[in-house]
């Protein structure tokens, strides 16, 4: 399987559509996307299409967690679908991480940037 990621600016937030399956294999596409296009410490990661995720996925997405944190801003995590809602829930990161049922929400939650 591949992964896609589109990227836009909603609201001032930098959003990035993942699709497909985000693995060992394809962690270097969002993390080189990631790197190219989140210049702000504001960002929505968009996964409604994405239908799996395992841990180097994880690991990437608590990376650039901790990084937006650490410049004084946020990664918020929209649409997640039940398969890796389960795995935040295993890895005990679901209280950690800035869920929201849609990118919409993501974007018009408090703190904007």
């Known amino acids: 399987m591949e992964l896609?990621?589109?990227?836009?600016?909603?609201?001032?937030?930098?959003v990035l559509a993942v699709a497909g399956e985000l693995d060992i294999d394809t962690v270097p596409v969002l993390s080189a996307r990631l790197d190219a296009d989140v210049s702000g410490a504001h960002a929505v990661l968009d996964l409604a299409h994405l239908q799996f995720m395992d841990s180097t996925g994880l690991a990437l997405v608590l990376d650039w967690h901790r990084r937006l944190a650490e410049a004084g801003g946020q990664l918020r995590i929209a649409s997640a679908q039940a398969p890796v809602k389960r795995l935040f829930e295993l890895a005990d990161v679901a209280e950690v991480l800035s869920l929201h049922a849609s990118v919409d929400e993501a974007v018009s939650v408090d703190a904007a940037p």
């Open 4 to 14: 896609n990621v589109g990227s836009e600016v909603q609201r001032g937030w930098r």
